[in-house]
């Protein structure tokens, strides 16, 4: 039971926002001392660990492709397919980015999204922008909302695409784990398989609840009307 | 036949490339320690193929290991400025080429996916062509060589060493967060050498009743839902839930099938990370870029998807992974 203190240290760790690197090596030395290993035994473990997890890493066979192509203009061309949906609803807007962050996401795109990348430069500004078509204003708690929208379509539409695609950390860190510590043989591909299931139900939940963000946003706003009547009152002087 | 050492070899020899290309940069604010670290981390990767043939001692590696952390966190691993095309620039290429830019991005999983199917009748001389324990390994770099390839026929850039220019610039703005999911999963197997596992199941055999299938699931997918919130990352979660349920319980008691099984476990994390503060650069950092008033608004909107979609992937793991 001692050596629970090892996810103790990650948890606290974490918390307090050290390097993930530090925490996680710091609790990996705890852990395995307590868990009766010596000094060398660890180093030994931390080295044969590295080298049985290399296919983690086989992420960045793909960076020199990512990077020709961000070269050359991928996300300003994303960003032109992303604008043919201008012309709809905020939560119609977020799906679309939902569909295409998770479709991109499954062959390996990552890259293409991005809270830095496409969130806050394009996505909530396009959201945004339909409610302001369709209300003529937007009150703060309505962007509110669109901006935690925005955030989550992204997140909800990465975590539940990229598993879809082979190379990505998840998929290989579990056949890396069970392949060395029970001696299984999985292949990625199968893994991945599996998680399509997940990804339609992923985009299903996801997708109705955004068609749904229409209708709470005009609820609110009617609820913002009728609260605050003064203002437009005063503006229509 | 191609072996699985070749492409970590291919690995090894762009780390040591970029490394290069940082150490020739005088402009670099962390020219030494930067060049440092990926040039080590890709004399790790050549270095552990005798270590994982067991010819070369694994403790080297694992001193190295270590100096690579600390050179990563004490503040000696920086960003260089790259030069790379504007703005401008990009938006006339992008008009240029429009959707062909996504040729040699869909060349990479295409080529994939047939070699991995194609990969039991690819023979020469009957030995397989693909290393046939790590096919999917083997295709994917072979699919991303090739759609180099494809990007330097199509869009013909001035200087055809693009990609490794290109490739530094994210190379370094994902910084030393390349190394962690090699970390992590070291954590993962110190953590069952150690009996982390072990003691979770322990505590996990109070609350599970005996020989019940569901039960197991259960505390399997909420289990890992759980241990990703509190350490904001399925990837720690998933070693220790996997050691104290899904292995012994699930695949050894159930006779489930592990690919299912341990796939959406994962999963069934994720739905965590959307939950959790602790996933900072998920649900905290985007609030800050969108200047959120509360800075728990993202999490807010993802909560209503991650709780019925952790009920999908319980219900999934129960009726498709157990014959």
């Not at chain 1, 708690?141 to 975590?159: T, Y």
């Not at chain 2, 080529?111 to 009957?126: D, F, R, W």
């Not at chain 2, 259960?218 to 241990?227: E, Q, T």
Request: glycine share 10%.
């Amino acid at each position: 039971m001692l050596v629970l203190i090892g996810v103790l240290l990650v948890i606290v760790g974490f918390a307090i926002r050290l390097n993930p690197l530090i925490v996680v090596t710091v609790a990996g030395i705890v852990t395995a001392l307590l868990g009766g290993m010596n000094p060398a035994q660890i180093l030994d473990s931390f080295g044969t660990g590295f080298a049985s997890s290399r296919s983690v890493t086989i992420f960045v066979a793909v960076l020199p492709v990512v990077g020709i192509i961000e070269f050359f203009g991928l996300q300003e061309q994303a960003k032109v397919l992303i604008g043919r949906l201008a012309k709809l609803t905020a939560g119609r807007v977020l799906i679309g980015y939902l569909a295409v962050r998770q479709i991109t996401a499954a062959v390996g795109l990552n890259s293409i999204g991005g809270h830095a990348q496409t969130v806050r430069p394009l996505v909530f500004p396009m959201a945004e922008g339909a409610a302001l078509r369709r209300y003529g204003h937007v009150p703060e708690k309505i962007s509110e909302k669109i901006k935690g929208h925005s955030a989550g379509a992204d997140n909800v539409g990465v975590f539940f695409g990229e598993d879809v695609f082979v190379a990505v950390g998840s998929i290989l860190l579990i056949t890396t784990f069970v392949d060395t510590t029970y001696h299984l043989h999985l292949e990625p591909l199968q893994l991945a398989l599996w998680a399509i299931p997940t990804a339609i139900a992923a985009f299903l939940i996801h997708g109705f609840r955004l068609l749904r963000l229409d209708k709470q946003l005009d609820k609110e706003y009617r609820e913002y009307e009728l609260t605050a009547p003064k203002e437009t009152a005063g503006e229509a002087k | 036949m191609i072996n699985v050492e070749a492409v970590y070899w291919l690995i090894g020899i762009l780390f040591v490339a970029w490394a290069s290309l940082i150490a020739a940069d005088t402009n670099h604010p962390r020219r030494w320690g930067s060049s440092a670290f990926w040039g080590l981390l890709g004399l790790c990767f050549f270095y552990s193929t005798w270590v994982q043939a067991g010819t070369a001692p694994g403790w080297i590696l694992g001193v190295a290991v270590l100096v690579l952390v600390v050179l990563a966190s004490t503040g000696l691993l920086g960003h260089g400025k790259h030069r790379t095309s504007t703005g401008p620039e990009r938006e006339s290429y992008a008009k240029r080429f429009g959707n062909k830019l996504f040729i040699p991005a869909l060349t990479l999983p295409l080529v994939t996916v047939i070699l991995v199917l194609a990969a039991p009748v690819l023979n020469i001389g009957g030995a397989p062509l693909l290393d046939p324990k790590n096919t999917t390994l083997v295709a994917l770099a072979i699919g991303a060589v090739a759609a180099v390839v494809v990007a330097l026929l199509i869009l013909k850039p001035k200087n055809p060493a693009t990609p490794i220019f290109e490739s530094r610039r994210i190379l370094e703005s994902i910084g030393w967060a390349a190394l962690l999911p090699q970390m992590l999963t070291t954590l993962g197997i110190l953590f069952t050498k150690a009996g982390v596992g072990t003691a979770v199941g322990t505590l996990a055999s109070g609350l599970l009743p005996k020989g019940s299938l569901i039960a197991g699931v259960l505390v399997y997918c909420i289990g890992m839902f759980l241990f990703t919130v509190l350490m904001g990352n399925g990837f720690a979660a998933f070693p220790i839930m996997t050691a104290a349920i899904g292995w012994p319980v699930l695949v050894q008691t159930f006779h489930g099938d592990p690919a299912i099984i341990f796939a959406i476990g994962m999963l069934a994390g994720f739905c965590g990370t959307l939950c959790t503060p602790m996933a900072a650069n998920f649900n905290l950092v985007p609030s800050a870029l969108l200047e959120m008033k509360n800075k728990y608004g993202v999490i807010t909107a993802q909560v209503g998807t991650a709780i019925p979609l952790l009920a999908v992937n319980i219900a999934l793991m129960y009726f498709l992974a157990f014959h």
